[in-house]
T-cell receptor, first 116, second 112 residues
Framework: GAVVSQHPSWVICKSGTSVKIECRSLDFQATTMFWYRQFPKQSLMLMATSNEGSKATYEQGVEKDKFLINHASLTLSTLTVTSAHPEDSSFYIC????????????FGQGTRLTVV | KQEVTQIPAALSVPEGENLVLNCSFTDSAIYNLQWFRQDPGKGLTSLLLIQSSQREQTSGRLNASLDKSSGRSTLYIAASQPGDSATYLCAVNPGGYNKLIFGAGTRLAVHP
């Protein structure tokens, strides 16, 4: 299957700082990428849909000024957690489709963010 | 609003058993349904994708079926192995939307 690479796999940061997470589609171009958040022993919650060259679409309840998403190219999307707080600690996972909505979705390895 | 439910939440079986994981969804208007595997602390690995027009898909020891009208899908794992231990997630792609709605998952433990 297609490969989605996420970096870093884990990060620890201090409260008040910002953290950037990268998501790359290695062997295909992704016009749309997705960012999810997962709490311990819970399922994935969609945060936003990232469209190349345009603004991201955020799900209800997700603060767009806190979770900045940029999709500058067909192979790279970034999620920046701004002014991070301990409650932002979580597992963040990105995803990309090969094409239209009825194509298979592939996921990155996830990033464990710990804010201290 | 589309909701996805997975039963059972957890399952522990001896090696070699055939098992069935269940997934149900409330709105039958879907593009497709996808089954994933997640190992602890890892991302998701795509197992099978079933389009709305299909009834089943097979890959090795895995077989997934889809009954769109009743809002159900099953993942059948034949001759389970300890390496199959993981959380299995199903996700539906609602018609008209480019997103996945996930179930809470089934945590599977296969013991030798």
């Amino acid at each position: 299957g297609a490969v989605v690479s996420q970096h870093p796999s884990w990060v620890i940061c201090k409260s008040g700082t910002s953290v950037k997470i990268e998501c790359r589609s290695l062997d295909f171009q992704a016009t749309t990428m997705f960012w999810y958040r997962q709490f311990p022993k819970q399922s994935l919650m969609l945060m936003a849909t990232s469209n190349e060259g345009s603004k991201a679409t955020y799900e209800q309840g997700v603060e767009k000024d806190k979770f900045l998403i940029n999709h500058a190219s067909l192979t790279l999307s970034t999620l920046t957690v701004t002014s991070a707080h301990p409650e932002d600690s979580s597992f963040y996972i990105c995803s990309a489709r090969l094409g239209s909505p009825n194509t298979e979705a592939f996921f990155g390895q996830g990033t464990r963010l710990t804010v201290v | 609003k589309q909701e996805v439910t997975q039963i059972p939440a957890a399952l522990s079986v001896p090696e070699g058993e055939n098992l069935v994981l269940n997934c149900s969804f409330t709105d039958s208007a879907i593009y497709n349904l996808q089954w994933f595997r997640q190992d602890p602390g890892k991302g998701l690995t795509s197992l099978l994708l079933i389009q709305s027009s299909q009834r089943e898909q097979t890959s090795g020891r895995l077989n997934a079926s889809l009954d769109k009208s009743s809002g159900r899908s099953t993942l059948y794992i034949a001759a389970s192995q300890p390496g199959d231990s993981a959380t299995y997630l199903c996700a539906v792609n609602p018609g008209g939307y480019n997103k996945l709605i996930f179930g809470a998952g089934t945590r599977l433990a296969v013991h030798p």
